[in-house]
């Protein structure tokens, strides 16, 4: 199953190493200004080299629009698109053949497939995210008509942690850091243990956080498919996350029920929560407060140690990974976040819409 | 959407003080022979009245088959089950026609709907976790012969925590308890906070564990239904649900990469792990090894105290609700949580069953 | 999949001997007043024993509602309900149990299944279209305030054929005779056609047409879900159902395409077709004419003469069936074809709202 | 939707004059064997220019796989393709651009969408069809292996009809004529009528009949998703088709019970029918004999005669079209319907594999 959503759904192909990765976007509705400079610009967030923090490979990610835009707006046709592979080292890879990588996908595949595509991680590879941030730059420029907002950030890299909530970061100043965090005394702190882990060879993994502001009321389906539940699903679809929290989260479940609950108040604006940790949702369905959550990304499995590991006969080896690889996945993977939360929330508002008679 | 899973789907039905909670399970293989005790008995240790922990309410939640099973043996037609309300007290929620309980679902479902069953929170009460635990038991049916085991109990109740691995535990002993905890000791604190809870009129969370033996190698869609992705959304689709983190989880985003990978080794059984960080699970993957994951839950909004809300024009009223509720979900959301886990193993192992030529 | 529709969806359940028939309807609009009365006289049109026409076997088919419609108005929850079986005869059924009736799903089921419940034909029961009436009911309901209108009746009974279009007829005429012809002359001759075949221990096959009229202008999916694509899918999932046609049909794959096509005229009541060779759908899309199509079903292949067969084992064999059964299935399959049809123009109807942003 | 089958699922993309059609073959088994090659013949037998009877456009429709193949071989990851346009002539569609071919989607998708690429028709072209015979072809090289056979072949042109059962035709000789029909006297009677429309300007339609060999006892669900309903939903679903019937189809209903039903006999072979009127499927599952189909296609809407119409303010104008267009869909429409043959019986195919535990 490569296709995600119900309504405004992504079916994405490629593989690290192939012609290139895109997807077939359906379900996009007609008489969307599509700014293909804007998707663009989403790429580069994501896009290796963009930084000392990054892997020094230097993949362009042009993206280019195959169907469904005639003269700058959608048509309600499906939205192909395709960023072609340039900067491939397929070499690199060739004596990783036969053996499996500790903590990869390699030994999954291989066993359920019976075959892989071992160059650059082939389909398994992080460049799959590629078509996710596409369909996400679009979903949000549909979504910007509404008025919402994404904003996802570096919260913790290993144990260096922001111990503030959200609402006392100033979010506008996330792009200012190559490390993407808010906090400009932090984000030298978190770009100094990156650079630690990368001279020892190690990687590190940590926490984003991610706030959706302006989401409608009464986004979310209120039983299989609670707002979080399907956010849930998005984040854990992505490489390396490791754990999805909402509101309070797991910290939330130390409360008491008479702490925890969100009083409601009246306002001039209208109903509003005294506190929020709801997160934005209550009943598995938006209740117009801010929604907010963290993903948990484990440290990269590539290191440049060596490990135990076995081949395909199950004969043990040692593997010490040649390439050029991140020694934290947490920058380029701001934007992968933002990119997955716009598309659950856009297939949530166009679900809406059918909601009522 | 009201349906859960892509081949074994179920797809339920029922409010909580209206005629009953039922579904349907379509896509369940012919020739499974049904056993309706075991099934009951997984009601039985979700239903209200088990133990002094739990509400006085007392459903004796009695499954009827209403189709698809053919002298005990399923037919591949849709099987359709119903577990007819019997004590409910509407009564108790008259007063609630207006008001929204804060931290429910009755402001979000009446924005979403214009209009509600508030009769004890209609489709929103936990009551409908009833038919996830059917098809939850039917799923390990099918499961059993594959040798597949599912065993969740509770791990943390406020701040009570077991701090231990479920390794160093005897998970047979999860139902010795009424708490279900396999420690015995800690079971006893677990039950006192509760109990202190309860006293107070107040609630609390906590975390439920669970661990699934014998998983085949080769389960889960590598992209966006990785295993652990389609575990995460179905556990935040149970009610109170906050996070769910899998294998090392948010302590696993800590570590180095070099202290998480989890090295292969040949042994005489085949290809193991010599840690498991990955949780069973690779690039989305069950990889043989066991699956284990946490479930945060939330305090329960339903406290016996005063709190400021508003009604449906938006008057500022006092609530402090009548009605018979337990003071923590955690106990009786172990069975949902082995059920949710069961219908996504399920799914899984049957739509791989199409992988390969 | 015993699951129909995409937004708009009903999941059905249930065997010919075993509990009931019943379904749920999930998707349904919130605010939409459920009226059960009508409901029921769509019922009353399919049930048996309504007619000298129709077998004596005497089913009440009443009706139950069992969630999603609070004080007369659907709530947006699934709309489970049942129609419980009274009146059946399973030891007429005894000696069948291990032979295959001819042009029968015994043999097919068997194959696949391994295992099949032979009471009255189980699922593969004509029976199984109970849970059609009443979802097409409700879909009735919601259409009815865009004006939308379905009219199907019985145009040809074995060779007895009205040779009119349904513009020439006057369609409230329909329910006046038994057969559902509303050409009272053509009704008197395919009556005499059925009690003939009837008194033969034979049966007789036919057609039924059916117009809807005022569907919205671009309901329909252009490449793979064209409108007339999805209601063909739903007739010919109707038991006994040979073939589909559109518009100008079969016929019309004779003529040449000056003479076809459908020229556009500009009216007072806007952009009006001359002719309707399309059947109010053009490239798969409504045009806002009248929706017009032909169902052709074969005679019922239950009949009560000696036939060739095999049991279970492959021995040769004679059957000759008892029970109680129709000699045509047209009459009683009007208010079926109307409700697929009102199933597809529903979920179509929801689905465009998304269509543009 | 541009997503056609459950799991062999075909998403596909394109515009006749954008930069190509295309599309993702999600679901396809690992470790299948794909012939580039055969795929590329299955193209030159639906592409243009290919013989007299064709638009001399000359469109070299040459495949480029993307994604999803290794080494020849499918490994279990999406299957994404292309076909670039090449000989495209915007221009002469410039004309057309605020006017509504009569009989063609201009006007339903302009007030569907309130925008549509009318180069071409757009994404309403035939071209689109491209993308069906690419997944048609890989769906036969998967079930090649299970012996299964497609042999569709043009038994009518506007009136000129093989008055005989495919059973006394020999199929094999179907691509010896250039309009694909096995009979060379009615291939010849039927070149000369399409000769004849083209010479008027004018269109002819006429039907294609299928036939599908050795298909596995035990595909199609019995319910909603009978073979031969998702067969129809499929064919319904091409460009031009009106009608679908399939075994003894509409003429079949006109025979009396005893006549119709398909008697069981004992053979060496197994369980076999005396007669196939069930064409191949009972109760909506294959029973192992022949499943033979026919589609009814309408004379093409483009013709070069003057009709009236209006533009989008809904004045009256009088159109006549330019550009290069078959008069007869037909000799080119063989391949398509093979191809939407093997996607359902490939995707049924693989459904069966869930059946049973």
Known sequence: MNTFGKIFRLTSFGESHGK???????????????DVHEIQQELNRRRPGQSKLTTPRDEKDRIEILSGV??????????AFAIWNKDQHSKDYGNLKDLFRPSHADYTYYQKYG????????????????????????????????GVTF????????????????LELDLSKTENTDVRCPD??????????????????????????CVIGNVPIGLGEPVFNKLHADLGHAMLGINAVKGFEYGSGFEGTKMSGSAHNDEFVSTEEGVKTKTNNS??????????EDIYFNVGFKPIATIFKDQD???????????????RHDACVLPRAVPIVEAMAAMVIVDHYLANKTTRI
Chains 1, 2, 3, 4 share one sequence.
Do not use: W
């Open 279 to 288: 997160g934005g949702i209550q009943g598995g369905i938006s209740n117009g």
């Open 309 to 323: 590991t076995v081949d395909k006969e199950g004969n043990s080896m040692v593997i010490n990974p040649k390439g």
């Open 70 to 79: 005639f003269e700058g707006v959608s048509t309600g046709t499906p939205i």
């Open 20 to 34: 290139g990765i895109g997807g077939i976007i359906d379900g996009c509705p007609a008489g969307v200004e599509i």
């Open 151 to 166: 904003n996802a950030y570096v919260s913790r890299v290993g144990e260096v942690e922001i111990n503030k909530s959200y």
């Open 184 to 209: 400009p005394e932090m984000a030298e702190k978190m770009t100094n243990r990156i650079l630690l882990a990368a001279n020892n060879g190690d990687t590190v993994g940590g926490v984003i956080t």
């Open 115 to 146: 075959i892989r595509d071992h160059r650059g991680g082939g389909r398994s590879s992080a460049r799959e995210t590629i078509a996710r941030v596409v369909a996400g730059a679009i979903a949000k420029q549909i979504l910007k008509s509404q």
